[in-house]
């Protein structure tokens, strides 16, 4: 269970993808006339503190002011996905997309190809799984395994709502990405 001041009393719930927590959205506002409000999804970040100290956060509201702490680390997933080799391009671009740092291409058979690649889980978390789904007509699979902290250039992207920060709203996000 969670509060948020601007929307009150909630839970945080895990999902198997988007998909999934569209359906049980659905079915809870249909068949217990609920209003919802979702919120994108989070992973625990670690920060190393000016005194060389490291805390994990695990909602963007935790992250300190910047003067606070030396750098953000962020979780790193070797992701192995095993795609039909028609979608091989598109499947390396999305990870690219997604911050993926390339590892290997092993071919499993002359139409089969696994692609691994560490990528941030909160990348993974957000929809790369749904955008691979359908990138690739739902002919792949995907595991990923945790394989430690990483430094990273993130900041924490603020929601103002009447001139207000909602922190369920916020989130902690690439610099780069932090426009779109």
Do not use: W
């Not at 927590?21 to 989070?42: K, N």
């Amino acid at each position: 269970a969670v509060t948020s001041e601007a929307l009150g009393f909630g839970y945080r719930c895990g999902f198997l993808g988007l998909l999934h927590m569209e359906i049980i959205q659905q079915r809870l506002e249909r068949e217990h006339d609920l209003d919802m409000i979702q919120t994108a999804p989070s992973v625990t970040y670690k920060i190393t503190q000016k005194d060389g100290s490291e805390e994990l956060i695990s909602s963007p509201g935790a992250l300190p002011t910047p003067d606070k702490f030396d750098e953000v680390l962020e979780p790193i997933v070797r992701v192995s996905m095993i795609v039909p080799s028609e979608f091989i391009g598109v499947t390396m671009t999305l990870s690219n997309d997604h911050r993926g740092v390339f590892i290997r291409q092993e071919h499993l058979s002359p139409t089969r190809v696994q692609l691994v690649y560490d990528i941030p889980l909160g990348e993974i978390m957000y929809d790369f799984y749904d955008k691979l789904k359908s990138a690739t007509r739902g002919f792949e699979t995907l595991n990923y395994d945790l394989t430690g902290f990483s430094p990273a250039d993130l900041v924490k992207l603020s929601i103002l709502v009447n001139g207000k920060e909602v922190d369920a709203l916020c989130a902690i996000v690439h610099r780069s990405f932090a426009d779109q």
